[in-house]
């Protein structure tokens, strides 16, 4: 049998990522076979499995398995043959809350404790994990770190390398400040950044956006009502490169957020705002003169005053490919129809779905190929 290169089967295995019987096959095959398929199986921890954090738990050093043991934490070993390999080392997308979730199952299922001792249980086995992580990762490439109850994240030896290439981080903006600190030290090239702003922002979150040179992608989510507005301040002035960011995203509960910040992403190539109250959208007065020369994807989720809109999108609307628009009067469908010729995807709501409007528009977006109407 003629062995294909390993590249040829790293990328026929990809197609396989979503299709785990034909993967878990692929295993049994030889080692080289077993070991591609492994970094695909070991590669995303939100996809884990108990048997996934036992096999994890098998592989920690001698000095961990030693706090362990010194904690009164015991857990049952499925096998008593050494690991084949370092399988900590597969995982490029490590999520920090789903570690300490899986491991509190795990605790909770095989021993009778207090929830106190669970708790603090958990969290000592959480570190020796994340330490393993630390240390034989050599590059990991996406991390989401929520502050889950009393999980802390340190940085261990190797975590320099560990997380020098990162290129996505998802984190909640109460994590302390040293973390960000910390991170801010290390990684300087995230690509995308997703941050949930809650009551707490901490001081260092400004730190670590400040010091990327390349982010596209930002997505900000509101989860609070009593969010300090000077701190909102702090990171919305801390972007040191707002002409590479591509990709905006907020969303949340607050309705009094101003959006002049957006202003200065210039660049943008897609817009999405979604919020739960209308009372937001009285701050997009800020926005309507802006001109985005770049901007092919925009998305308002939420009622938004017409008028507001029909300014916007004659600044900007030559550009646009894709529009989403949950409220649209007469005046809104005219302007999309004059100021917006080059769209390929529309997606509206009207009060009554017109035909005749329907069939306005496919005549002046010469290149539109499908519209929706709600």
Request: aromatic letters at 12%; hydrophobic letters at 40%; proline letters at 2%.
């Amino acid at each position: 049998m003629v062995q294909l290169p390993v590249d040829c089967l790293n990328e026929i295995f990809e197609y396989l990522e979503d299709d785990i019987i034909t993967l878990h096959s692929c295993l049994l095959v030889n080692r080289l076979w077993c070991e591609v398929s492994l970094k695909i199986f070991w590669r995303n921890v939100e996809k884990y499995h108990d048997s996934n954090f036992h096999t994890l738990i098998a592989c920690l050093p001698n000095e961990s398995k030693e706090i362990l043991y010194k904690n009164g934490i015991i857990i049952s070993n499925p096998t008593s043959k050494p690991p084949m390999f370092n399988y900590a080392s597969f995982c490029k997308v490590l999520s920090i809350d789903q570690v300490h979730y899986k491991l509190e199952q795990i605790l909770r299922n095989q021993q009778s404790i207090l929830l106190q001792n669970l708790i603090n249980n958990t969290s000592i086995l959480a570190q020796e994990i994340l330490k393993l992580f630390m240390i034989q990762i050599s590059s990991l490439k996406e991390l989401d770190f929520q502050s889950y109850l009393n999980t802390t994240f340190d940085f261990y030896p190797g975590a320099k390398c560990c997380l020098k290439n990162l290129s996505k981080l998802s984190c909640s903006s109460n994590i302390s400040s040293e973390f960000f600190y910390q991170l801010s030290q290390i990684c300087h090239n995230i690509l995308s950044l997703n941050i949930s702003v809650v009551q707490v922002i901490s001081k260092g979150l400004s730190d670590l956006i400040s010091s990327q040179k390349n982010l596209k992608y930002l997505g900000i989510s509101y989860d609070g009502y009593d969010i300090d507005d000077e701190n909102l301040k702090d990171i919305n002035s801390s972007f040191t490169n707002p002409n590479n960011l591509s990709n905006l995203y907020l969303w949340g509960i607050r309705h009094n957020i101003s959006l002049s910040f957006i202003i200065k992403f210039i660049n943008l190539q897609e817009l999405r705002l979604s919020f739960e109250y209308d009372e937001f959208f009285k701050n997009f007065e800020e926005l309507q003169y802006a001109i985005f020369p770049k901007l092919q994807i925009l998305k308002i989720q939420s009622t938004c005053t017409c008028q507001l809109l029909t300014t916007f999108l004659e600044n900007n609307g030559k550009t646009l490919k894709e529009l989403y628009v949950l409220d649209c009067d007469n005046s809104l469908y005219l302007a999309i129809t004059k100021f917006c010729p080059n769209l390929k995807k529309l997606t509206i709501g009207f009060e009554n779905n017109n035909s005749e409007k329907v069939k306005l528009l496919y005549k002046s977006c010469q290149y539109l190929e499908s519209v929706e109407i709600w």
